[in-house]
């Protein structure tokens, strides 16, 4: 990660994360990105999932959308992930904050084809739900051919964390005022089995394993 | 909202809302955005707090931040918000999807100075946590001139929902699969007071308001 020069951390240096292993366990908690792109001279953001696997992220959609067929031409791309895990509440207005994980991304987008397309939505679904990939109904031909999936390559990559109480400047301490964090949980709730299900289908480990989960 | 030229939702069309009324409902419960912009020929996209009065979204932060030194030139801005409510399993991988709402803006940034700089302060306090801009030590001048605020006029806006169960392709009913939803949940935890905290301070009105809260 040497020269980072447009994902530098410059706000708050301290909090910045260059190593890509580091950067790459934060992206792989996440599975919603918005990617942004310049169409027609202006600026668009869209969100989408994504997977990673290497030093590229997949992304997938129809093959007619916007996003996609402007990406495959191998356009810059600049992709921003954010998990806010808490407000962090100070004294004074100032001093307020999130705790929070931040990545972003820069690279170029690139048609993906062949026998790596099957494996990159394979991709995309195990960082959405690991293991349900396994239970379903493969795509067919049809599908696959309504399917784009494209690569954004890390050319550059950061990340920015925060984590911890508020820091208020020395002579606030003294305020009558409360601070702290307010905590955001994020958890898989129970699952709502569709009410065309079949009967006797039980919820499947993809599921099971989710139930509950705080991410 | 006569021809969204830009923000039109062209794929699953029957998703798009375009009514301001109703995009700007699905604004107001989210308070992080990534904004999009054109820096130096490449896209950049940046998590940030916002908060929305009238046609109008307010973004801040340090006055030196590359972000709001750009936007206050008066560029083109893409602004995207999402929030995903649950993951949509189907029997086949291809109709896998998510439950989620979506806003995406278009519009320009400015710099807001005089007296509507402290109020729009206000308008992104309360878009995080309502009531704790008048609980708090408010900004000095020193910490005014080291913030900058901006808004973003919003010149188009389009929003994408998409909610219930997933919808298979007519013969995958038949099939020894589970499908159903699995939602997530959002809530706000217990409040962490500050270890630093002066003794006898009680939570305020506008924490307590916000405990067990789903959103």
New interface residues.
């Given amino acids: 990660m040497s020269n980072p020069s ?1 994902s530098k951390v ?2 708050v240096p301290k909090r910045g994360i260059y190593e890509r292993e580091e950067v790459y366990a934060l992206l792989d908690k996440e599975f ?1 990105c ?5 169409y027609d ?7 989408t ?1 994504y997977g990673r696997k290497g030093d590229v992220i997949y992304i997938h ?2 093959s ?3 996003l996609l067929v402007s990406l495959e031409k191998g356009i ?5 992930i ?1 998990n ?1 895990s ?2 962090v ?6 001093h ?1 904050s ?1 705790n ?1 994980e ?1 990545v ?1 991304i ?1 690279g170029k987008g690139s048609l993906v084809e062949g026998e790596e397309k099957l494996d990159a ?1 394979k991709v995309i ?1 195990d960082s ?2 690991k293991g ?2 396994e ?6 031909e049809k ?1 696959m051919k ?2 784009k999936v494209l690569k954004i390559q890390i050319d550059e990559v950061s990340a920015k964390v925060r984590t911890g ?2 820091v208020d400047d020395k002579p ?27 009967e006797g ?4 480990k993809s ?1 099971k394993n ?2 509950g989960v705080r991410f």
Same sequence: chains 1, 2.
């Fill in positions: 447009k410059k706000r919603l918005h990617v942004g792109f310049v001279g202006y600026p668009v953001v869209i969100p999932m959609g129809a007619v959308s916007r810059d791309v600049s992709v921003s954010a806010v808490g407000l509440l100070a004294r004074s207005a100032f307020h999130l929070y931040s972003v820069f939505l679904s959405v739900i349900r990939w239970e379903v109904r493969l795509p067919s599908e309504a399917t109480p508020p606030d301490y003294d305020l009558d005022i409360w601070a702290g964090e307010l905590p955001i949980v994020k958890t898989y709730g129970k699952p709502i089995a569709d009410t065309l299900l079949k289908i039980e919820t499947p599921v989710k139930i």
